[in-house]
């Protein structure tokens, strides 16, 4: 079986792919440990926003199972609409997340025996495979914008149901850490 090359454009993005990949995660790690209120600022709470970040997860699944289901159908522009309304979702997450837990402290999660195993189960790989999801969802892109198909559906089959984990948990993680908020 041949190897398909990545094309010129697929290799002009690389750099960016690489650079976000590992600037991101460090820039969330880095705002997380920050807290803006504990710094002295008079900021609110964003108490508000754990809900709204749980839903757009939820949208962010269900955006990923309609663009795979657009495209098994040959509905390639309503594919890419969602696919990059996935993306948008995703990165209004981000923000939110990142936003909450600069105004916030740390909620601990409450829950005993067996739940609690399985909570910091669901939580620890969600973490994890949001990281890995990444760069998975860069090179994905970037195969589709330099139309590179054949590339775009070999790495697609390992991005999506990564990316559909990480949403889903997201909502998992929200539901079962709820009860706890103050």
């Given at each position: 079986m041949s190897r398909i090359q990545a094309t010129e454009e697929e290799k002009k993005y690389k750099k960016w792919i690489i650079i976000l990949s590992?600037?991101?995660?460090?820039?969330?790690?880095?705002?997380?440990?920050?807290?803006?209120?504990r710094l002295g600022y008079d900021v609110e709470p964003l108490r508000f926003l754990p809900p709204i970040y749980a839903t757009i997860n939820g949208i962010t699944a269900i955006l990923l199972m309609v663009a795979v289901w657009a495209i098994k159908n040959g509905?390639?522009?309503l594919h890419e609409?969602?696919?990059?309304?996935?993306?948008?979702?995703?990165?209004?997450?981000?923000?939110?997340?990142?936003?909450?837990?600069m105004t916030s402290d740390a909620t601990a999660f409450g829950g005993e025996g067996i739940v609690r195993y399985i909570y910091y189960f669901i939580l620890v790989t969600h973490i994890l495979l949001s990281i890995g999801i990444i760069p998975l969802v860069l090179i994905t892109y970037v195969r589709a914008i330099a139309k590179s198909f054949s590339r775009h559906r070999q790495i697609a089959r390992i991005t999506f149901p990564i990316w559909l984990y990480v949403a889903i948990t997201?909502?998992?993680?929200?539901l079962m850490i709820s009860p706890y908020y103050t």
């Open positions: 590992i600037l991101i995660p460090l820039v969330v790690v880095a705002l997380f440990g920050v807290n803006l209120r509905r390639r522009k609409v969602l696919m990059k309304t996935a993306i948008g979702c995703s990165v209004l997450f981000l923000v939110m997340y990142v936003a909450y837990h997201g909502v998992i993680v929200y």
